[in-house]
C-alpha cells in the first residue's frame, strides 16, 4: 500500500492521537494537526500533504472538497476529505458530521476515503491536462481576450498562423494587428462582445510579421464575471482568395458576353446585292430577315427620290417616242 503524507485538521487532541495511530497502522504518514481551518490552508501551502482530513466538528476556513493550494498558486493542491464525528449514543454507532462525541471509524472506510479523494484529486487534474493538451495543439486559433483589450492566453497556432511569438501579441493592444480598413467594425463588435452578445461568423485581417494580412473567421463568447472574452478563429485566407478569383473570372465572363452580345448586333449585309447573312451563314433579303427576326411585315411605296429618278426617266423617254 502506498504512503500518503496527511494533513489532520481536528480540534480534539485525543481524537487527533486516535486518528494519527490509525493512519501510521495503515502506512500512511501524519505530518501535522491543524486545530482550525485556517491553520490548515497554512500548512497545506507550506508542507503539501496528499490530503487534508477535515474533523466534521470544524465548518469554517475549509470546505470539503475544496482545494487548499490558492496561495501557492497550484492546480493540483491536496483535496479535502470530510471525516464525520461518530454518536456513542447511537445503538448503531452511525457516523454523524458536526459537534459531538466523536471517535475513528473503520480502518476500511478510512482507507477508501483517502483513496477516493486522491482518485478525485488526479481525475480533475487529468482534465485539466485534457483542457491544456486540448488548447496547445488546436489547429484553430484559440485566445482569452480581457475586456482591456490585451490577450491573457494565446494557443501555438497564433505563431505558427503570424509568425509574431505570443509574447509579442500579448504586449500590445489586439487592435494593433488587425487591418486598419477593419478597425473600426472589429472595435463595433468588440463592444458588442462585452455587452453580453455572441461573435458568430465574423471576419477581420491580421497582420504577419512578413507584413502581409490573413483573413480570420471568429466565433466568440464572453465571460463577464471573468471580464474575458474566449474565442476561436479559423484561417481562412485561402477561402477568400479563391472567392476574389471567382468574382474576378465572374467579372470577366459577363464582360466577354457582354462583347459577344454587341458583336451579334452587326449585321453582314452584301454590298452589292443588299441581302443579309444570318446565324447559319444564310444570305436573306433584308425583307426576309426582318420578317423572320421582327413582328414587322413590310407593305411596299415609293420614296421621293426613286419617284423622281424612275418615274421622270420613264416621262422623259415617253417624250422622245
Known amino acids: 500500500m502506498q504512503q500518503r503524507r496527511i494533513l489532520l485538521v481536528c480540534d480534539d487532541s485525543g481524537v487527533a492521537g486516535e486518528l494519527e495511530g490509525q493512519l501510521a497502522s495503515l502506512g500512511h504518514e501524519t505530518v501535522a494537526i491543524a486545530r482550525s481551518g485556517g491553520e490548515a490552508i497554512d500548512m497545506s501551502v507550506e508542507l503539501a500533504p496528499d490530503v ?22 497550484s492546480d493540483r493542491g491536496p483535496l479535502v476529505m470530510l471525516l464525520p464525528g461518530v454518536n456513542r449514543d447511537s445503538p448503531t454507532g452511525s457516523t454523524q458530521a458536526g459537534p459531538g462525541p466523536r471517535m475513528s471509524f473503520s480502518d476500511h472506510q478510512l482507507q477508501n476515503g483517502i483513496e477516493m479523494a486522491l482518485s478525485l484529486r488526479d481525475a480533475a487534474g487529468s482534465g485539466r491536462a485534457f483542457d491544456d493538451r486540448f488548447f496547445e495543439i488546436s489547429i484553430d486559433m484559440l485566445c482569452i481576450l480581457n475586456f482591456d483589450g490585451y490577450f491573457s492566453k494565446l494557443n501555438p497556432a497564433w505563431e505558427r498562423t503570424l509568425g509574431f511569438s505570443r509574447e509579442e501579441l500579448m504586449s500590445r493592444p489586439f487592435i494593433e494587428f488587425v487591418h486598419p480598413d477593419d478597425r473600426q467594425r472589429t472595435l463595433e463588435q468588440n463592444r458588442r462582445s462585452r455587452q453580453g452578445e455572441q461573435s458568430l461568423g465574423f471576419e477581420n485581417r491580421y497582420l504577419c510579421r512578413d507584413g502581409t494580412f490573413r483573413w480570420f473567421h471568429w466565433n466568440a463568447a464572453p465571460d463577464h464575471a471573468g471580464g474575458m472574452i474566449y474565442s476561436m478563429a479559423r484561417d481562412v485566407t485561402a477561402r477568400k482568395r479563391a472567392e476574389e478569383d471567382r468574382d474576378q473570372l465572374v467579372r470577366e465572363l459577363q464582360g466577354a458576353l457582354a462583347e459577344v452580345r454587341a458583336l451579334r448586333e452587326i449585321l453582314p449585309i452584301c454590298s452589292y446585292c443588299r441581302k443579309i447573312r444570318d446565324d447559319k451563314d444564310y444570305w436573306q433579303t433584308v425583307e426576309s430577315y426582318i420578317s423572320e427576326h421582327t413582328r414587322t411585315r413590310f407593305s411596299h411605296g415609293i420614296c421621293p427620290s426613286c419617284m423622281e429618278s424612275e418615274l421622270g426617266s420613264m416621262s422623259h423617254e415617253a417624250g422622245k417616242e
Not at 54 to 60: F, K, P, Q, Y
Open 52 to 73: 487534508v482530513l477535515l474533523d466534521g466538528a470544524i465548518s469554517s476556513g475549509v470546505q470539503p472538497g475544496a482545494r487548499t493550494s490558492a496561495r501557492s498558486g
